[in-house]
């Protein structure tokens, strides 16, 4: 029975930093740098360790909003590799490296092949003298495509064993998500492929189990978001049967960690709870971003307005962020259980009670213009959700009940 | 809401505790009495107290944390607040009247969102608050007042300027140092760095474009170069090959000029010279052969000539044996000189030491019978013992002399002592007498008995002298028998003596029987005696015996004077043997001395000795004789060599010394000289024999070379050797030319392969019209080998641009970086965000309180400053936009609170916080607890704010702890409770 085996992978976002991290020591720095490239190093050598027959990349290999020439090199030396092993590569450009924002005429070895059109394409994969598969797919030439695409998905040449599809975009309803080339799961199955090598969503997930409709996700994640492995499928096909696993490939992983220092008295028990959920968590091997939540009660709101916890987050940085496998907490929340305090401050005819009932009545608009619109801090700052304006107005609130009640 | 009682089950100092309000309390106690514990108690059972704090009011005695509060409430009606420490962690549990149990929750609602905070900041006040306004900065005043007048608490200005210098500390639109502003640096800083970068990497395109171009110019470039670089190779090469075209040409036309038929054996002249070279040595060694056979003759006519005759030198060479001979004889005639003067001297030295006058010549005659040795050595031992036996008997004799001498002196002495007769025989006669009377019987017995005895005495007396008698004469006779057949002498002489012996004690014997006898018969005629005194007896006993002791002694003398003459007769005897004997041997010794006259020069005793050394000598001289005869022996045999030798040299008339050594050596030198003569001869006749051989093989060989020599010359058609070197040269010329023909052709095809040369040998092109294309090419080649680096070098350098850009790492720093700084920029943002919005709210909370309680508040406070002044103050203006807060005095004139004094303003706030009180009460009923707010409050003011107080309390329950006992004493509407008093 003839059998094929792949590598399929998605959303490499080759060299495009790292989102969330305000500061990290140098050596981390460095290793965030590299991170995407050491995932794409080791996907590389997996590939040759399981001796596939060919590696797929559906879409988002870079950045044109950042596009560093790094990204390309390093992805030619890649493929450079791969060709030296003699593994073919099928790409198709997504929404992030779409081939009309490509600065960069980086030219690819001749064992990779590219989808060069917006309009779906295919090709012949042949092993020796047979062949073995069909590979289709399209590259974004713009920023977005709003197409449903996947009515252009056609099985040519029924002889051939094997027909695999590459498709770069989101379910119609996904609503986390930018919404590209949207499809129906139901419209992936009427075609007879044999394999739907998604991309775009960076969370991992198997659509459907047969035929295989897969998101590899991304294979570093890139913000306290992306959580956990990330990686890689390794398909094995044959007629009757398809054989998937999962392959870590990342360098760095982003893991939340909730401590509960409720019952804290002072710093060194919270110094010490929090050293202890870290060493503990399992979900924590290797290098690690750490996104800590921190739960507790008016004790830890204090030691949050003194920055005392900033201060503490920053001596165990020192400590853990050492040695090779380090760790770095890299953003922290504290999350105070609310005391009846407001409710019952709102119904009284004190000042305080006026403040909460204010706030609830406040516009943010015109009082954080001042920097938000500043002409030159305007260009760096992100845009402020309406989340974000809650959560702006709820902690001014707290720090003036905070403050008048001390 | 009022307070109407509570118990303290324990909290702080009080246990057990019971106390009751009225509606207006004053709770008066000294100071640590407790009172601010009991405030503190209230405050508990409202709202709770965390765990810790609430530890610190374990009673010091232990037990329950905890008590009631009973409070009555215009809406529920009387309800108890209960909290204990043990219980549910000290929540509390309202008991209303209806026997209801309601929670924390319902309590809570009751106090109408009133915290602990909030009440403390509304309803109470102490003292403390009162310093802290004090302690204002005048400029704040205003508006800390009007935050007490809108909060009861100090609180709101005091976070306005914090939030303010947060602001600033974050952002400012224009400035630089805020930590916004310093970031925003920053990212602009890197922001500009990536544009740069970006653009630099956009540069990549065009480079790779760049690339390629140079790639493909480089490409055409290297062709071109190539194709003039065998431009100039091919014109190089036929410069090079213009030289040989000429000699081509050249040798070619010179071929032509031989003709075909040049006969020539190969090789042929150097196998001429083979030849000559072969024969010519010859020839030259046979020429010095024959002149080495005229040599030779020669040289043998002049030597036979030397040779003498063979008689001549036969008889030398006899003679010469004879020399050996001669030197022999020579050397043993010497040796035997030398011997004979030794041994002569040798002997005449043992002569010298002998010293027995004899003389060297005396020897020759002398000779020695073979007895003469014991002959003499017996001479020697006789006269030896002969002489000692005369010594021996001469002493003997002088002995005898000497004791008889003696003896006789002896026997005068005793004679001179002896008694007369007659004396004697007195003195025996009185003894006699005395013993006569006494003893004559028992001498009878005696007398008989001793007769008897006697008998039997003498008998055996006679006995033994008959017996020694006859022994000594046997004896006596077997000595002499004995001596005189050994003829030893001295036995005769013991023979003698014990016949004398035998005779001698016979005779005494005999003697003494018949004195013995007569004694013996006389004995018993002894009667007659008289009769003498017994010590008269005793001297006569000793006179006797004295006297016939000394006829004793003189008797013995007697007898030996008697044995010592025999003595003497006897030494007389032996003396006269002894001589004889002398007289012998005396004669022996002269008949030696008539045959050995010299040995009258010495003692027989070294007789022996002399025989030996005289023996040697005669043994010597022997020997010494013989060597003699020997010696001349040999001069003999010497003289006679020497005449014949002598008669030799007189016969051949060399003329040479007498020498005989000389001689011989002469004769020795002619054999030499004549021996080499015959050799040498010899030798040469040998040479001529050798010579004459080798003469006959030379001339062989030399006839073999000629022929072939002959041979050569028929070959090449020739018959001299000068034609044939001549016709030599021309085969040789022919020959070179050929080959440099070939090698030319080589040399060409070399340049120009498989016949490309041929063409150019009619169509030569001239060395200059070469040269200038040369030139022409090379200096094409020249620009295109710098065009061609100048292509390399730019194409380096893209492709080094190129490689830095894509190992560049800088770019993806940046741009990690810049996320970086702008996440750090957006935190800083949403931080700032916070602040200004909750200073914004508070501004705006601010303008909305004002604007709903302020226009009451300050309605109240007017009332309450205008009565504690004691209406010197009218009314308080609270600050609008920019009016400060202001107080009008009675006469109309208003003050800035700055310029008010330090009791006006604490007035002021007192009146601030019962306005806020009772403005709050309205709608929240709490009672006012107010803690030694009035410490520093003169009687004056006292009295009016009891007034105030006692005035508020109708409505408005209000517990005032005091340790003034001017304001408890003072109170008169309103209840005092006296803590001392409890206590005490």
Request: hydrophobic share 35%; glycine share 4%.
């Given at each position: 029975?003839?059998?094929?085996?792949?590598?399929?992978?998605?959303?490499?976002?080759?060299?495009?930093?790292?989102?969330?991290?305000?500061?990290?020591?140098?050596?981390?720095?460095?290793?965030?740098?590299?991170?995407?490239?050491?995932?794409?190093?080791?996907?590389?050598?997996?590939?040759?360790?399981?001796?596939?027959?060919?590696?797929?990349?559906?879409?988002?290999?870079?950045?044109?909003?950042?596009?560093?020439?790094?990204?390309?090199?390093?992805?030619?030396?890649?493929f450079e590799e791969l060709k030296r092993h003699n593994i073919e590569v099928y790409l198709s450009y997504g929404n992030h490296d779409f081939l009309n924002g490509n600065l960069h005429p980086v030219t690819y070895p001749d064992n990779v092949h590219?989808?060069?059109?917006?309009?779906?394409?295919?090709?012949?994969?042949?092993?020796?003298?047979?062949?073995?598969?069909?590979?289709?797919?399209?590259?974004?030439?713009?920023?977005?495509v709003t197409d449903r695409k996947v009515k252009e998905f056609k099985v040519i040449n029924h002889d051939i064993p094997f027909h695999i599809a590459t498709l770069h975009g989101s379910i119609q309803n996904n609503t986390e998500h930018d919404v590209?080339?949207?499809?129906?799961?139901?419209?992936?199955?009427?075609?007879?492929?044999?394999?739907?090598?998604?991309?775009?969503?960076?969370?991992?997930?198997?659509?459907?189990?047969?035929?295989?409709?897969?998101?590899?996700?991304?294979?570093?994640?890139?913000?306290?978001?992306?959580?956990?492995?990330?990686?890689?499928?390794?398909?094995?096909?044959?007629?009757?049967?398809?054989?998937?696993?999962?392959?870590?490939?990342?360098?760095?992983?982003?893991?939340?960690?909730?401590?509960?220092?409720?019952?804290?008295?002072?710093?060194?028990?919270?110094?010490?709870?929090?050293?202890?959920?870290?060493?503990?968590?399992?979900?924590?091997?290797?290098?690690?971003?750490?996104?800590?939540?921190?739960?507790?009660?008016?004790?830890?709101?204090?030691?949050?307005?003194?920055?005392?916890?900033?201060?503490?987050?920053?001596?165990?940085?020192?400590?853990?962020?050492?040695?090779?496998?380090?760790?770095?907490?890299?953003?922290?929340?504290?999350?105070?259980?609310?005391?009846?305090?407001?409710?019952?401050?709102?119904?009284?005819?004190?000042?305080?009670?006026?403040?909460?009932?204010?706030?609830?009545?406040?516009?943010?608009?015109?009082?954080?213009?001042?920097?938000?619109?500043?002409?030159?801090?305007?260009?760096?700052?992100?845009?402020?959700?309406?989340?974000?304006?809650?959560?702006?107005?709820?902690?001014?609130?707290?720090?003036?009940?905070?403050?008048?009640?001390? | 809401?009022?307070?109407?009682?509570?118990?303290?089950?324990?909290?702080?100092?009080?246990?057990?505790?019971?106390?009751?309000?009225?509606?207006?309390?004053?709770?008066?106690?000294?100071?640590?009495?407790?009172?601010?514990?009991?405030?503190?108690?209230?405050?508990?059972?409202?709202?709770?107290?965390?765990?810790?704090?609430?530890?610190?009011?374990?009673?010091?005695?232990?037990?329950?944390?905890?008590?009631?509060?009973?409070?009555?409430?215009?809406?529920?009606?009387?309800?108890?607040?209960?909290?204990?420490?043990?219980?549910?962690?000290?929540?509390?549990?309202?008991?209303?009247?209806?026997?209801?149990?309601?929670?924390?929750?319902?309590?809570?609602?009751?106090?109408?969102?009133?915290?602990?905070?909030?009440?403390?900041?509304?309803?109470?006040?102490?003292?403390?608050?009162?310093?802290?306004?004090?302690?204002?900065?005048?400029?704040?005043?205003?508006?800390?007042?009007?935050?007490?007048?809108?909060?009861?608490?100090?609180?709101?200005?005091?976070?306005?300027?914090?939030?303010?210098?947060?602001?600033?500390?974050?952002?400012?639109?224009?400035?630089?140092?805020?930590?916004?502003?310093?970031?925003?640096?920053?990212?602009?800083?890197?922001?500009?760095?990536?544009?740069?970068?970006?653009?630099?990497?956009?540069?990549?395109?065009?480079?790779?474009?760049?690339?390629?171009?140079?790639?493909?110019?480089?490409?055409?470039?290297?062709?071109?170069?190539?194709?003039?670089?065998?431009?100039?190779?091919?014109?190089?090469?036929?410069?090079?090959?213009?030289?040989?075209?000429?000699?081509?040409?050249?040798?070619?036309?010179?071929?032509?000029?031989?003709?075909?038929?040049?006969?020539?054996?190969?090789?042929?002249?150097?196998?001429?010279?083979?030849?000559?070279?072969?024969?010519?040595?010859?020839?030259?060694?046979?020429?010095?052969?024959?002149?080495?056979?005229?040599?030779?003759?020669?040289?043998?006519?002049?030597?036979?000539?030397?040779?003498?005759?063979?008689?001549?030198?036969?008889?030398?060479?006899?003679?010469?044996?004879?020399?050996?001979?001669?030197?022999?004889?020579?050397?043993?005639?010497?040796?035997?000189?030398?011997?004979?003067?030794?041994?002569?001297?040798?002997?005449?030295?043992?002569?010298?030491?002998?010293?027995?006058?004899?003389?060297?010549?005396?020897?020759?005659?002398?000779?020695?019978?073979?007895?003469?040795?014991?002959?003499?050595?017996?001479?020697?031992?006789?006269?030896?013992?002969?002489?000692?036996?005369?010594?021996?008997?001469?002493?003997?004799?002088?002995?005898?002399?000497?004791?008889?001498?003696?003896?006789?002196?002896?026997?005068?002495?005793?004679?001179?002592?002896?008694?007369?007769?007659?004396?004697?025989?007195?003195?025996?006669?009185?003894?006699?007498?005395?013993?006569?009377?006494?003893?004559?019987?028992?001498?009878?017995?005696?007398?008989?008995?001793?007769?008897?005895?006697?008998?039997?005495?003498?008998?055996?007396?006679?006995?033994?002298?008959?017996?020694?008698?006859?022994?000594?004469?046997?004896?006596?006779?077997?000595?002499?028998?004995?001596?005189?057949?050994?003829?030893?002498?001295?036995?005769?002489?013991?023979?003698?003596?014990?016949?004398?012996?035998?005779?001698?004690?016979?005779?005494?014997?005999?003697?003494?029987?018949?004195?013995?006898?007569?004694?013996?018969?006389?004995?018993?005629?002894?009667?007659?005696?008289?009769?003498?005194?017994?010590?008269?007896?005793?001297?006569?006993?000793?006179?006797?015996?004295?006297?016939?002791?000394?006829?004793?002694?003189?008797?013995?003398?007697?007898?030996?004077?008697?044995?010592?003459?025999?003595?003497?007769?006897?030494?007389?005897?032996?003396?006269?043997?002894?001589?004889?004997?002398?007289?012998?041997?005396?004669?022996?010794?002269?008949?030696?001395?008539?045959?050995?006259?010299?040995?009258?020069?010495?003692?027989?005793?070294?007789?022996?000795?002399?025989?030996?050394?005289?023996?040697?000598?005669?043994?010597?001289?022997?020997?010494?004789?013989?060597?003699?005869?020997?010696?001349?022996?040999?001069?003999?045999?010497?003289?006679?060599?020497?005449?014949?030798?002598?008669?030799?040299?007189?016969?051949?008339?060399?003329?040479?010394?007498?020498?005989?050594?000389?001689?011989?050596?002469?004769?020795?030198?002619?054999?030499?000289?004549?021996?080499?003569?015959?050799?040498?001869?010899?030798?040469?006749?040998?040479?001529?024999?050798?010579?004459?051989?080798?003469?006959?093989?030379?001339?062989?060989?030399?006839?073999?070379?000629?022929?072939?020599?002959?041979?050569?010359?028929?070959?090449?058609?020739?018959?001299?050797?000068?034609?044939?070197?001549?016709?030599?040269?021309?085969?040789?010329?022919?020959?070179?030319?050929?080959?440099?023909?070939?090698?030319?052709?080589?040399?060409?095809?070399?340049?120009?392969?498989?016949?490309?040369?041929?063409?150019?040998?009619?169509?030569?092109?001239?060395?200059?019209?070469?040269?200038?294309?040369?030139?022409?090419?090379?200096?094409?080649?020249?620009?295109?080998?710098?065009?061609?680096?100048?292509?390399?070098?730019?194409?380096?350098?893209?492709?080094?641009?190129?490689?830095?850009?894509?190992?560049?790492?800088?770019?993806?720093?940046?741009?990690?970086?810049?996320?970086?700084?702008?996440?750090?920029?957006?935190?800083?943002?949403?931080?700032?965000?916070?602040?200004?919005?909750?200073?914004?709210?508070?501004?705006?909370?601010?303008?909305?309180?004002?604007?709903?309680?302020?226009?009451?508040?300050?309605?109240?406070?007017?009332?309450?400053?205008?009565?504690?002044?004691?209406?010197?103050?009218?009314?308080?203006?609270?600050?609008?936009?920019?009016?400060?807060?202001?107080?009008?005095?009675?006469?109309?004139?208003?003050?800035?609170?700055?310029?008010?004094?330090?009791?006006?303003?604490?007035?002021?706030?007192?009146?601030?916080?019962?306005?806020?009180?009772?403005?709050?009460?309205?709608?929240?009923?709490?009672?006012?607890?107010?803690?030694?707010?009035?410490?520093?409050?003169?009687?004056?003011?006292?009295?009016?704010?009891?007034?105030?107080?006692?005035?508020?309390?109708?409505?408005?329950?209000?517990?005032?702890?005091?340790?003034?006992?001017?304001?408890?004493?003072?109170?008169?509407?309103?209840?005092?409770?006296?803590?001392?008093?409890?206590?005490?």
């Open positions: 029975m003839q059998e094929i085996s792949f590598i399929h992978a998605a959303d490499l976002h080759l060299d495009s930093p790292f989102k969330g991290l305000a500061h990290t020591p140098d050596h981390i720095f460095q290793e965030i740098v590299e991170s995407t490239f050491l995932s794409l190093d080791k996907l590389v050598a997996i590939a040759i360790k399981k001796a596939v027959d060919f590696v797929l990349i559906v879409g988002d290999l870079f950045d044109n909003e950042k596009q560093s020439l790094k990204a390309q090199i390093r992805l030619r030396k890649a590219i989808f060069g059109k917006e309009t779906v394409s295919h090709f012949t994969y042949k092993k020796g003298n047979e062949t073995l598969a069909n590979i289709y797919g399209f590259s974004y030439e713009n920023r977005a590209y080339a949207p499809f129906q799961l139901s419209e992936l199955q009427k075609e007879p492929f044999d394999y739907w090598g998604l991309g775009h969503i960076h969370k991992r997930e198997v659509l459907k189990e047969n035929p295989p409709i897969v998101y590899p996700g991304n294979i570093q994640g890139r913000n306290r978001k992306e959580t956990g492995q990330k990686g890689c499928y390794h398909v094995v096909l044959s007629g009757t049967d398809s054989r998937l696993t999962f392959i870590p490939l990342h360098t760095i992983t982003f893991q939340p960690v909730q401590v509960d220092l409720s019952n804290c008295e002072n710093l060194h028990q919270a110094e010490d709870l929090i050293q202890e959920a870290i060493n503990n968590d399992r979900e924590i091997t290797g290098k690690t971003l750490i996104d800590l939540t921190l739960t507790g009660d008016s004790t830890l709101k204090q030691w949050e307005n003194t920055k005392q916890i900033e201060d503490l987050i920053e001596i165990i940085n020192e400590m853990i962020s050492r040695d090779g496998q380090w760790k770095y907490i890299f953003h922290f929340l504290t999350n105070i259980k609310k005391e009846k305090i407001d409710v019952d401050l709102k119904k009284g005819e004190h000042f305080l009670g006026e403040v909460i009932r204010q706030a609830e009545k406040m516009d943010l608009q015109g009082t954080i213009q001042d920097l938000y619109l500043h002409k030159r801090a305007r260009r760096y700052l992100q845009s402020v959700s309406s989340q974000d304006r809650h959560e702006i107005k709820e902690e001014a609130k707290e720090l003036l009940l905070n403050e008048l009640l001390k | 809401m009022k307070f109407t009682k509570a118990y303290i089950h324990g909290f702080g100092k009080w246990v057990n505790f019971d106390i009751s309000f009225s509606d207006g309390i004053c709770i008066y106690g000294e100071n640590e009495s407790g009172k601010s514990t009991i405030y503190h108690f209230i405050l508990f059972m409202l709202f709770g107290l965390p765990p810790k704090q609430r530890e610190f009011y374990r009673p010091k005695s232990g037990g329950q944390i905890g008590g009631r509060l009973t409070v009555l409430d215009e809406k529920v009606g009387q309800f108890t607040i209960e909290r204990l420490d043990s219980l549910r962690n000290g929540a509390a549990i309202c008991y209303t009247s209806d026997g209801m149990e309601h929670d924390e929750d319902w309590l809570k609602e009751r106090l109408m969102g009133t915290t602990l905070e909030t009440y403390q900041s509304i309803f109470s006040f102490s003292a403390m608050d009162l310093n802290k306004i004090t302690n204002m900065k005048e400029a704040d005043l205003g508006e800390v007042l009007l935050g007490i007048g809108l909060t009861g608490s100090t609180e709101i200005h005091t976070l306005e300027k914090k939030l303010d210098n947060k602001l600033a500390e974050l952002f400012k639109p224009y400035g630089k140092k805020p930590m916004i502003n310093q970031q925003l640096d920053t990212l602009d800083k890197q922001f500009a760095l990536l544009q740069e970068y970006k653009k630099n990497e956009a540069t990549y395109r065009e480079k790779i474009i760049n690339e390629s171009h140079l790639e493909d110019r480089l490409c055409r470039l290297q062709e071109e170069f190539q194709d003039e670089k065998k431009n100039l190779l091919n014109v190089e090469k036929k410069i090079q090959a213009l030289p040989l075209l000429g000699e081509y040409i050249r040798y070619h036309s010179n071929l032509k000029k031989y003709g075909h038929n040049l006969e020539f054996p190969e090789h042929g002249e150097t196998r001429l010279e083979d030849i000559k070279s072969n024969l010519l040595p010859l020839q030259s060694e046979m020429a010095v052969l024959k002149g080495n056979v005229e040599k030779y003759q020669e040289k043998l006519e002049q030597l036979q000539n030397k040779l003498s005759n063979q008689e001549l030198y036969e008889e030398a060479q006899t003679l010469i044996k004879l020399k050996h001979e001669f030197y022999d004889n020579k050397k043993e005639l010497e040796r035997a000189e030398n011997h004979i003067d030794s041994k002569k001297m040798e002997m005449e030295l043992e002569l010298n030491r002998l010293n027995v006058g004899l003389t060297f010549e005396q020897l020759y005659r002398m000779n020695f019978p073979f007895h003469i040795e014991k002959t003499w050595i017996q001479i020697k031992n006789d006269e030896v013992s002969v002489t000692l036996e005369k010594e021996r008997i001469q002493a003997e004799v002088q002995q005898l002399k000497q004791e008889r001498n003696y003896l006789y002196n002896q026997l005068e002495e005793l004679e001179e002592q002896i008694l007369p007769d007659e004396k004697v025989f007195e003195l025996n006669e009185k003894i006699n007498g005395f013993h006569k009377h006494n003893v004559v019987r028992s001498l009878q017995n005696e007398a008989a008995q001793k007769q008897q005895n006697w008998r039997e005495n003498r008998v055996k007396k006679e006995k033994s002298m008959n017996f020694y008698l006859i022994s000594s004469l046997v004896i006596a006779v077997i000595f002499s028998i004995i001596g005189l057949v050994t003829d030893i002498r001295f036995l005769l002489d013991i023979s003698f003596l014990l016949l004398l012996f035998g005779v001698g004690q016979w005779m005494w014997g005999r003697k003494g029987l018949k004195e013995m006898e007569v004694v013996i018969q006389s004995e018993y005629q002894t009667d007659a005696f008289n009769v003498i005194s017994k010590e008269e007896v005793q001297d006569a006993e000793i006179q006797i015996s004295k006297h016939h002791k000394c006829v004793t002694d003189m008797e013995n003398i007697k007898e030996q004077l008697k044995s010592n003459d025999i003595k003497r007769l006897n030494y007389r005897d032996k003396m006269n043997v002894v001589e004889d004997r002398y007289e012998k041997i005396q004669q022996q010794i002269k008949e030696q001395y008539e045959i050995y006259p010299f040995l009258k020069h010495v003692d027989t005793s070294y007789w022996p000795e002399l025989f030996h050394a005289m023996k040697q000598l005669v043994s010597q001289f022997k020997e010494y004789t013989e060597v003699l005869e020997d010696k001349e022996k040999l001069q003999d045999k010497i003289t006679l060599v020497k005449s014949t030798v002598n008669e030799f040299v007189q016969e051949q008339n060399w003329e040479i010394g007498d020498l005989i050594e000389q001689q011989l050596g002469a004769i020795e030198s002619f054999i030499m000289k004549q021996h080499e003569i015959s050799q040498q001869i010899e030798q040469y006749s040998q040479l001529l024999k050798e010579n004459k051989k080798e003469q006959d093989e030379l001339l062989l060989r030399i006839k073999t070379y000629e022929r072939e020599k002959w041979i050569l010359f028929e070959l090449a058609q020739v018959e001299s050797e000068e034609l044939f070197y001549r016709k030599s040269d021309q085969v040789k010329e022919r020959k070179l030319n050929e080959e440099a023909l070939d090698n030319t052709c080589i040399q060409l095809e070399r340049l120009f392969p498989n016949g490309q040369w041929k063409p150019l040998v009619d169509n030569i092109q001239s060395e200059s019209e070469l040269e200038w294309i040369r030139n022409a090419t090379e200096n094409n080649i020249e620009e295109l080998h710098w065009k061609i680096s100048e292509s390399q070098k730019e194409l380096v350098t893209v492709q080094t641009q190129l490689e830095t850009m894509e190992s560049s790492e800088e770019y993806s720093n940046n741009l990690h970086q810049l996320e970086m700084e702008q996440e750090q920029l957006n935190k800083l943002a949403r931080e700032w965000a916070i602040i200004k919005t909750a200073k914004e709210l508070l501004i705006e909370t601010k303008r909305i309180y004002k604007e709903k309680h302020l226009h009451q508040v300050m309605e109240a406070t007017s009332n309450f400053f205008n009565r504690l002044t004691g209406n010197k103050y009218e009314r308080v203006f609270a600050p609008i936009n920019h009016r400060s807060f202001q107080v009008e005095a009675n006469n109309g004139i208003r003050y800035e609170v700055n310029e008010l004094s330090k009791g006006t303003i604490d007035q002021l706030y007192v009146s601030l916080r019962l306005a806020i009180g009772k403005t709050m009460s309205e709608s929240n009923h709490l009672p006012f607890i107010m803690d030694d707010a009035f410490l520093h409050f003169d009687s004056l003011r006292i009295k009016q704010v009891i007034n105030i107080l006692e005035d508020m309390s109708k409505f408005h329950q209000i517990i005032l702890f005091t340790c003034k006992d001017e304001i408890a004493l003072n109170m008169s509407e309103v209840e005092t409770v006296f803590l001392m008093g409890e206590k005490v």
